[in-house]
T-cell receptor
Framework: DTGVSQNPRHKITKRGQNVTFRCDPI?????LYWYRQTLGQGPEFLTY????????KSRLLSDRFSAERPKGSFSTLEIQRTEQGDSAMYLC?????????????FGPGTRLLVL | AQKITQTQPGMFVQEKEAVTLDCTYD???????LFWYKQPSSGEMIFLIY??????QNATEGRYSLNFQKARKSANLVISASQLGDSAMYFC?????????????FGGGTRVLVKP
């Protein structure tokens, strides 16, 4: 399967702990995106990378959140000192910067529950 | 103002019938793209169909078609011949050009339940 993959699929943690999620994009895609989706809502943009450069960050991305894409391939999203309000689905998507359409393809997501 | 509005929180549709999901959008950018995604209970967002702001014809992909009315800023999704597997959440999303970057802005979604 050559789609976007995310690990872990589920994470339960206690408030105050740090968590890290990984996203592996479609291999030829140079753009990678992170979104957060809370229950009953549409996804909200967090940040995106073009190759290894982080080009945009949402105001939603507080200083407890950090994302990296060190070699322009996989990406990690770390949340430090988790809070109950961080409980959500974290979705990763990738796209190829080729044409106007540039569809974003999503992974299965990581469901985070902070107790 | 909401950039993407989906006014139907939930809909029932009979199997084999067509269903229309509403989406209105708000942008002042002349160049934008509109996307529809399906999200089953498993959580993965599945791309369905795309409409560009400069496209002259409505997009179609198999049983999915997009009723694009640019002047009204609407991009409704039509699913023909509904199947039980179409039961899911459906999201409309927009990507604007220029300074808005490449991010997608999503609506709140519409839950569709197909009845046998």
């Amino acid at each position: 399967d050559t789609g976007v993959s995310q690990n872990p699929r589920h994470k339960i943690t206690k408030r105050g702990q740090n968590v890290t999620f990984r996203c592996d994009p479609i291999s030829e895609h140079n753009r990678l995106y992170w979104y957060r989706q809370t229950l009953g809502q549409g996804p909200e943009f967090l940040t995106y990378f073009q190759n290894e450069a982080q080009l945009e960050k949402s105001r939603l991305l507080s200083d407890r959140f950090s994302a990296e894409r060190p070699k322009g391939s996989f990406s990690t999203l770390e949340i430090q000192r988790t809070e109950q309000g961080d409980s959500a689905m974290y979705l990763c998507a990738s796209s190829h910067q080729t044409n106007v359409q540039e569809t974003q393809y999503f992974g299965p997501g990581t469901r985070l529950l902070v107790l | 103002a909401q950039k993407i509005t989906q006014t139907q929180p939930g809909m029932f549709v009979q199997e084999k019938e067509a269903v229309t999901l509403d989406c209105t959008y708000d942008t002042s950018d002349p160049s934008y793209g509109l996307f529809w995604y399906k999200q089953p209970s498993s959580g993965e967002m599945i791309f369905l169909i795309y409409q560009g702001s400069y496209d002259q014809q409505n997009a179609t992909e198999g049983r999915y078609s997009l009723n694009f009315q640019k002047a009204r800023k609407s991009a409704n999704l039509v699913i023909s011949a509904s199947q039980l597997g179409d039961s899911a959440m459906y999201f409309c999303a927009m990507r604007e050009g220029g300074a808005a970057g490449n991010k997608l802005t999503f609506g709140g979604g519409t839950r569709v339940l197909v009845k046998p």
